[in-house]
C-alpha cells in the first residue's frame, strides 16, 4: 500500500519557523511531482510549493521569500522549511505526491500536519 506520512506541524509563535517533513512508503517506481497544500478554516485547499523530480520549484505568492521546498529522491521524502511564519499561516498542511507503481500512475495525498501560528 502506498501512503505519504507527514510531520513536523505544530503551535509556533509569530515570526518563528516549522520544518515539515513527507515520506513516502509501498511499492513506488518513481515519484514524479511533490508539493505541499494547506487548507485553513473555512477556505479552500490552497497550493502552497511544489517540486519537480528535477528540482524545479515553484510557491504560491504569499510564502515566496518565507518558505523553501526540497526533497529527497533517495529517501522518497519532500521537506517544507517555514520562517518568518505568521498568524495566517495557521492551516492543515497536505503533503502530495504524483508517482508511479508497477502497475499505475495515481496522485496521493497526506493525511495532513496542523500548523498553528499565534499571534
Known amino acids: 500500500q502506498v501512503q505519504l506520512v507527514e510531520s513536523g506541524g505544530g503551535l509556533v509563535q509569530a515570526g518563528g519557523s516549522l520544518r515539515l517533513s513527507c515520506a513516502a512508503s509501498?511499492?513506488?517506481?518513481?515519484?514524479?511531482?511533490m508539493g505541499w497544500y494547506r487548507q485553513a478554516p473555512g477556505k479552500q485547499r490552497e497550493l502552497v510549493a511544489a517540486?519537480?523530480?528535477?528540482?524545479?520549484?515553484n510557491y504560491a505568492d504569499s510564502v515566496k521569500g518565507r518558505f523553501t521546498i526540497s526533497r529527497d529522491n533517495a529517501k522518497k521524502t519532500v521537506y517544507l522549511q517555514m520562517n518568518s511564519l505568521k498568524p495566517e499561516d495557521t492551516a492543515v498542511y497536505y503533503c502530495?505526491?504524483?508517482?508511479?507503481?508497477?502497475?499505475?500512475?495515481?496522485?496521493?495525498w497526506g493525511q495532513g500536519t496542523l500548523v498553528t501560528v499565534s499571534s
Open positions: 517540486i519537480t523530480r528535477g528540482g524545479s520549484t
Open positions: 502530495n505526491a504524483d508517482l508511479a507503481t508497477m502497475t499505475k500512475y495515481f496522485e496521493v
Open positions: 509501498g511499492s513506488i517506481v518513481s515519484i514524479n511531482a
